[in-house]
């Protein structure tokens, strides 16, 4: 049985709608909020990862510095 919104069948019904077309259009809502609920997750997912890699840039650009630091000021005198 497909996913619907009843709350968007009900309001439909009382606006007059055929049942017919008030639940396909009510399930039609369903299946793009489902997507958009998904697409959300692969966001999310997405904007995990980017932190990560920002972290780890980071990291490597302190890194390098202070390599670089040591390499080039350790000759002082």
């Known amino acids: 049985m497909p996913v619907m919104l009843s709350k968007t069948y009900d309001a439909l019904k009382a606006a007059g709608a055929p049942e017919d077309k008030a639940r396909e259009a009510a399930e039609e809502l369903a299946g793009y909020e489902n997507r958009l ?15 990560v890699m ?21 000759h002082g005198g």
């Open 37 to 51: 609920a998904s697409i959300d997750g692969r966001l999310a997912s997405l904007e995990g990862k980017f932190t």
């Open 54 to 74: 920002l972290w780890a840039m980071g990291i490597n650009a302190a890194a390098t510095i202070a390599i670089l630091g040591v390499l080039l000021g350790g």
